[in-house]
């Protein structure tokens, strides 16, 4: 009997609509990526390899970027399903081999007068029932260590941080010479050295954080794995500019310029999590 449907966590495929539905609401997924999606569902926990993928989908008279239309596909049930490839819950890479679906499925079979699920376990036979189809074999919630927030919240929140860095940044270049004034006060000796610094990193630090700002207000769905490459360098960037309020210690007073300090050593690792969030649709 043909398959009609498959069911795992909160998600149903509908291969006759050719549809993902959520908790019963419909999810924008193109065909492609759906096909994806129905192929990895059909071996759950094993490994579908990329040429597989391609014998199936993209035939050999097909000219057209195979690896790139094959990761965009992936990136995009991925984004659907609130997914990451970093901490993944449903879609695995498996390095340079293919992918694997995570989790149990059920498979709903169309049947005269009804249908009947089967159970798909992995290594396992198929099991028959319609009883158990709404419960058995389906894949139970992760819990997360991450804040419970909305992904627009954590969208706002990110960029909202991208901007003041940027205000940072700006207000340093508005004035260069009282850039290089305070630097020396500051730094005594190593002032001139700490000025070219802060000059060369707040250029680059704009052109990162506009990056960022448009990523975010875009809802570029691989803003997630993007920015953790970037995190290292952004790690080091942020922390250089954690000193800033150094600078103009003898306007706010020591004690201020510690406190400003050490609440701007904390941000990289709270955009670290906001970026998670927005990956994993938190």
């Not at 390095?95 to 694997?100: I, N, Q, S, T």
């Not at 570029?220 to 250089?240: I, N, Q, S, W």
Request: proline share 5%; charged share 20%.
């Amino acid at each position: 009997m043909p398959i009609s449907k498959f069911r795992f966590g909160p998600f149903e495929a509908d291969l006759k609509a050719a549809e993902l539905r959520k908790d019963g609401a419909r999810l924008r997924l193109q065909l492609q990526p759906f096909q994806v999606l129905v192929t990895l569902l059909e071996c759950p926990r094993e490994v579908v390899t990329r040429e597989q993928l391609r014998q199936r989908l993209w035939p050999q008279d097909t000219f057209v970027d195979f690896d790139h239309g094959l990761n965009t596909a992936i990136n995009k049930v991925r984004d659907v399903l609130g997914d990451s490839a970093a901490n993944p819950r449903y879609v695995e890479t498996i390095a340079k081999r293919g992918y694997r679906f995570l989790g149990d499925v059920t498979a709903i079979q169309d049947q005269a007068g009804g249908t009947t699920a089967s159970l798909v376990r992995p290594n396992g036979p198929e099991v028959d029932g319609t009883q158990e189809s709404s419960t058995y074999g389906v894949q139970q919630p992760e819990k997360s260590e991450l804040p419970r927030a909305s992904r627009r919240t954590a969208r706002t929140l990110f960029a909202l941080a991208q901007i003041m860095y940027m205000s940072f940044y700006l207000s340093a270049l508005f004035r260069l010479e009282r850039l290089e004034q305070s630097a020396r006060v500051a730094w005594d000796g190593a002032g001139h050295i700490m000025y070219v610094l802060y000059l060369f990193t707040a250029l680059v630090g704009i052109a990162v954080r506009l990056y960022l700002i448009t990523a975010t207000a875009f809802d570029y769905h691989l803003l997630g794995e993007k920015y953790r490459v970037l995190f290292p360098a952004l790690f080091a960037l942020d922390m250089f500019w954690a000193l800033s309020p150094f600078l103009i210690a003898d306007r706010i007073g020591l004690g201020l310029a510690l406190g400003a300090t050490a609440a701007l050593i904390y941000m990289p690792f709270a955009q670290r999590v906001l970026a998670r969030m927005i990956a994993q649709r938190a």
